[in-house]
T-cell receptor
Framework: AQKVTQAQTEISVVEKEDVTLDCVYE???????LFWYKQPPSGELVFLIR??????QNEISGRYSWNFQKSTSSFNFTITASQVVDSAVYFC??????????????FGAGTILRVKS | DTGVSQDPRHKITKRGQNVTFRCDPI?????LYWYRQTLGQGPEFLTY????????KSRLLSDRFSAERPKGSFSTLEIQRTEQGDSAMYLC?????????????FGPGTRLTVL
């Protein structure tokens, strides 16, 4: 069975600080996708980043970057120079990579990020 | 707006009543998913459709829950004889079957409160 663990329940930072959100996953699949979603107070889940299991190259996209390490089953997400608008709940999610099946998402419990001005 | 839409956004009902929610996916998306999110938790998968066929159901989907997607476009989720434990946010998402990126686009959700 697939499982996603986000050990940090809540993180508070001051604006302009960098913050890293941790994610550890479990799966028996050899191919899979990992995602980060943001859920602001309005409630709608917003897609942020995606990584497939074939590619461990870490990237930076604007203020977002991620560190995918298959050896430790971790997919950590970093926001550089945080802003108040980054305050939200962040979810890490996992799905199998198979076009023939539903590829349902398995979510972690989420990390509440509070950015103070 | 061409995103996923859900109706209603909020529903308050009394225990024992039936409720029905609607989801309109992005028009060209052939896969549609329902998730449930309780307070302080991540969304949990309920069921998914590929076109009009319901291909997978979670064990969370008790026999009081039924979902349909009659013409492969919009979907409805009905809860019969609601219980207080059904209070949650019900999220709908859609995607393309052969989208290698497997990105699911979520709607704003329907928040259900059972009194």
């Amino acid at each position: 069975a697939q499982k996603v663990t986000q050990a940090q329940t809540e993180i508070s930072v001051v604006e302009k600080e960098d913050v890293t959100l941790d994610c550890v996953y479990e799966t028996r699949d050899t191919t899979y996708y990992l995602f980060w979603y943001k859920q602001p107070p309005s409630g709608e889940l917003v897609f942020l980043i995606r990584r497939n299991s074939f590619d461990e190259q870490n990237e930076i996209s604007g203020r977002y970057s991620w560190n995918f390490q298959k050896s430790t089953s971790s997919f950590n997400f970093t926001i550089t120079a945080s802003q108040v608008v980054d305050s939200a709940v962040y979810f890490c999610a996992l799905s199998e990579a198979n076009m023939e099946y539903g590829n349902k998402l398995v979510f972690g419990a989420g990390t509440i990020l509070r950015v103070k001005s | 707006d061409t995103g996923v839409s859900q109706d209603p956004r909020h529903k308050i009902t009394k225990r024992g009543q039936n409720v029905t929610f609607r989801c309109d996916p992005i028009s060209e998306h052939n896969r549609l998913y329902w998730y449930r999110q309780t307070l302080g938790q991540g969304p949990e998968f309920l069921t998914y459709f590929q076109n009009e066929a319901q291909l997978e159901k979670s064990r969370l989907l008790s026999d009081r829950f039924s979902a349909e997607r009659p013409k492969g476009s919009f979907s409805t989720l009905e809860i019969q004889r609601t219980e207080q434990g059904d209070s949650a946010m019900y999220l709908c998402a859609s995607s393309l079957r052969y989208n290698l990126d497997n990105e699911q686009f979520f709607g704003p959700g329907t928040r259900l409160t059972v009194l």
